[in-house]
């Protein structure tokens, strides 16, 4: 089993950053690449980033690549999710996962068969 915390939603002004921490645990955590989910209001879940623990290997969406960085604590049990420029569009649920693919496979499969554990997810909301 493997759990994991989100932390760090919020709301912010348009313009403005911020970092969700997503914080795992269990036996086996770091056998899985870890990422991030999103998902508006009546909207699919979407593809954020993904990374690998070993090699700190990162995929970030392009929808988001030139004001997301994804990054995690390889000595710890933490993955990172910087978001800077945040615009209205942003504003969803993020939720952290863990899948058994590489990260690059993460946008070409649907959320459901690829994410073997789920955060309970965290708001952010970006302000006009």
């Known amino acids: 089993q493997v759990q994991l915390v989100e932390s760090g939603g919020g709301l912010v002004q348009a313009g403005g950053s911020l970092r969700l921490s997503c914080a795992a645990a269990g036996r086996t955590f770091r056998r899985y690449t870890m990422g991030w989910f999103r998902q508006a209001p009546g909207k699919e879940r979407e593809f954020v980033a993904a990374?690998?623990?070993?090699?700190?290997?990162?995929y970030v969406a392009d929808s988001v690549k030139a004001r997301f960085t994804i990054s995690r604590d390889n000595a710890g049990n933490a993955v990172y999710l910087q978001m800077n420029s945040l615009q209205a569009e942003d504003t969803a649920i993020y939720y952290c996962?863990?899948?058994?693919?590489?990260?690059?496979?993460?946008?070409?499969?649907?959320?459901?068969?690829?994410?073997?554990?789920w955060g309970q997810g965290t708001q952010v909301t970006v302000s006009s």
């Open positions: 996962a863990a899948a058994s693919l590489s990260p690059d496979s993460w946008p070409l499969r649907e959320p459901g068969t690829l994410v073997s554990y």
């Open positions: 990374i690998t623990w070993n090699d700190g290997r990162p």
